[in-house]
């Protein structure tokens, strides 16, 4: 019994030990692995940038006619490392020697690798590469059973362009995921206006989140041409259709859109009205003022909220409108038009006029003050009225805040 207990003690030691000596020669193999790539990239980093810089066709000649094979990862490392850097002839010099020393090929056949992280990984160096024969290869990957791998051929797609695959991107926006939905449009935002024909033309063979991603991309491309489409859009029988047409035609801010915007603040759902709201105020047209106005009195929050903030983008004018809905009997609107005229510093420049200003002025201020307290909106006032730093105007506020904010006040 001890002899096999004894037997087993050794046994364990002896796989011990040689774990540790596998582990510690891996780690100094894998430190001298690393050492001698960067004594090779320092020799083969300057040839580089010399091919990429100068008007030498090839680099093979300063690599001596071939790349030896032990230096195949590490040029790959350099070539993509400056890939990332540079642009124009110095990028398009860097993406030919990528073809030209094999790369391009190699990554291709990795495409088709069982693992999905080496899949993953040579769509995204194809891409970083601008290996641009590589398209009719990627676009197979955009069907890969890994999202991870069809978000990687996705991005490399939108970097190497062409109308095959911004046409393969547009059909993705169709991914049951939101998450890659949303990394696809910004994709496509990134390719700028080479994609809005092929979102217009391919829109009706969207789902419905697609569709909403490709309003949010035409939003945020703002390509004026897209107006009268967009306009047709807000009939489309999807209530979250019209609200995002609204929200692009809002973008865009062309200021014939108004009257479709304006008569889109009378829609059946409220979303597209709290849309159309916003939009007009990005706008700023004199002629949406007063149906903003009606818009604040509207029965959903968002629809009051943002017409409101639309009153006051609009500047003076808007401002002017503001104080007309002070005395609205609807307390929202009333109540939302305070909060807006207080973000503006209408209160505070009235305020000042009652110590500051002329006759007409400290009238006119009054006058204004009051109907705020009619209101019953005086958190700002109690504010003004409680800072020591102007003891004339805090005189005049306390006479004129109601006497309970008064007998407040004057306690403090």
């Given at each position: ?22 582990i ?9 692995v690393?050492?001698?790539?960067r004594?090779r990239?320092?020799?083969?980093e ?5 091919y990429?810089?100068g008007?030498?066709a090839?680099?093979?000649?300063a690599?001596g006619?071939?790349l ?6 590490v040029?790959?490392?350099?070539l ?58 990627l ?5 890969d059973?890994?999202?991870?791998v069809?978000?990687?051929a ?17 059909h ?7 998450w ?23 829109f ?9 991603a ?33 929200h692009a ?10 009257p ?19 939009a ?58 305070v ?9 505070d ?7 500051g ?52 006040e004057?306690?403090?």
């Amino acid at each position: 019994m001890q002899r096999i207990l004894a037997m087993a003690i050794l046994s364990l030691s002896a796989v011990f030990f040689g774990l540790t000596t596998l582990i510690v020669f891996g780690k100094v193999w894998r430190e001298e692995v690393q050492r001698h790539r960067r004594k090779r990239r320092r020799e083969l980093e300057p040839k580089l940038l010399a091919y990429a810089h100068g008007d030498a066709a090839s680099l093979l000649p300063a690599l001596g006619g071939e790349l030896r094979r032990g230096d195949r990862a590490v040029m790959e490392q350099i070539l993509l490392d400056h890939a990332q850097r540079v642009r124009g002839s110095e990028y398009a010099k860097l993406s030919r020697a990528l073809d030209e020393l094999g790369y391009v090929d190699a990554l291709i056949r990795q495409l088709k690798s069982r693992r999905w992280w080496r899949r993953a990984e040579a769509a995204e160096k194809l891409g970083l590469g601008g290996a641009k024969r590589a398209c009719e290869h990627l676009i197979p990957a955009m069907s890969d059973e890994m999202a991870e791998v069809r978000m990687r051929a996705a991005k490399a797609l939108g970097t190497l362009g062409g109308t095959s695959s911004i046409r393969e991107l547009v059909h993705a926006l169709n991914e049951p995921n939101r998450w890659s939905t949303i990394r696809l449009a910004d994709i496509l935002t990134g390719m700028g206006r080479s994609v809005v024909d092929e979102l217009t033309s391919y829109f009706d063979s969207l789902t419905l989140a697609g569709k909403l991603a490709a309003l949010d991309i035409l939003g945020r491309i703002r390509p004026l041409h897209t107006v009268p489409w967009l306009e047709q859009r807000l009939d489309d029988a999807e209530p979250d259709v019209r609200a995002r047409a609204c929200h692009a035609l809002g973008c865009i801010g062309d200021p014939r859109t108004a009257p479709l915007l304006v008569r889109a603040l009378d829609d059946e759902a409220w979303p597209v009205r709290a849309m159309a709201a916003k939009a007009l105020g990005k706008i700023a047209r004199a002629e949406a003022i007063d149906p903003l106005c009606s818009a604040m009195r509207d029965a959903e929050w968002w629809v009051r909220s943002n017409a409101a903030h639309a009153l006051r983008a609009m500047g003076p004018r808007g401002a002017e409108a503001l104080e007309d809905v002070l005395d609205s009997e609807d307390r929202f609107a009333s109540h939302q038009a305070v909060l807006m005229l207080e973000e503006m510093g209408v209160i505070d420049q009235r305020a000042q006029h009652l110590v500051g200003g002329d006759g007409g002025g400290r009238a006119e201020a009054e006058m204004f003050i009051k109907r705020l307290i009619a209101v019953g909106q005086i958190g700002r006032l109690r504010a003004l009225a409680a800072d020591p730093a102007n003891a004339e105007l805090r005189a005049v506020l306390l006479q004129l805040l109601p006497a309970a904010e008064l007998q407040t006040e004057a306690g403090r």
